[in-house]
């Protein structure tokens, strides 16, 4: 059921390029229950960004995300 949800929920995201958690977070939540859904999706969702981020890393500059996030972090104060 799980993997179900996640494929179905990928094709979506794929397309829109976001939103692949919000779908496939309802799933999680009847089969975990809220707290098990919210402790797994913190993990998957870095998992997934970073993976992202790592298979795109030879397209990418590292100097502009490297400053791009310390940007964001310095002004999220």
Known sequence: MVIMAAFGAAAPSA?????GG???LPVFAAIFGT???VAIMTVTQPASNGSRVWFNRPRSSGVWWAS???????ESW
């Open 68 to 74: 791009s996030a310390l940007r964001l972090v310095f």
């Open 22 to 24: 919000v779908l496939v």
């Open 35 to 37: 707290r098990g859904a």
């Open 15 to 19: 397309v829109a390029g976001f939103g």
